[in-house]
């Protein structure tokens, strides 16, 4: 009986080595597993930060770019010699709506041009249209005193 206590023993010991030797062994590639999950979340993060970074400064010069057109555009307009010419009463009416209707056919990118004197009437329109330009006839345009835009710009 006690050899076969002692070979009970010693298979007991085997075991009991072998399950502990199991389990740190399974601690340890838990944690090692842990630590190379983190630093891949972590790379992860920093990848999706810089890719966010970059989209965000692309969207900014995007916006800058597109915000320099249109002031250039405001400018040229602004600065038109036609227009120029018929709000100093040198110019027609029909000269400036022709040039505004060749300018909203080639830009594609304004859905109304305006004209609005400094007591809130509408002077010359020209409508887009989905791609047709048009000039508003008389009759059409409208007296814009009252809107909040003219009011916060006629100060």
Known sequence: MDKLESSFMQVFKHVKTLSITFVVTFLVLICA?????????????????????????????????????????????????????YITGKGSKADLENEWLLFVSKMKKYDQIRY????????????????????VGQGSLEIKRQTVFYQKHKA
């Open 33 to 85: 597993y842990a630590i190379f999950e983190k630093h891949d979340v972590d790379t992860d993060r920093a990848f999706l930060a810089r890719e966010h970074e970059i989209f965000i400064s692309s969207q900014k010069r995007l916006i800058a770019n597109e915000l320099n057109e249109r002031v250039s555009d405001l400018l040229y307009l602004e600065e038109n010699a036609v227009f120029k010419n």
């Open 116 to 135: 609005i004197d400094a007591k809130g009437n509408e002077k010359v329109r020209i409508n887009f249209n989905d791609g047709k330009p048009a000039i």
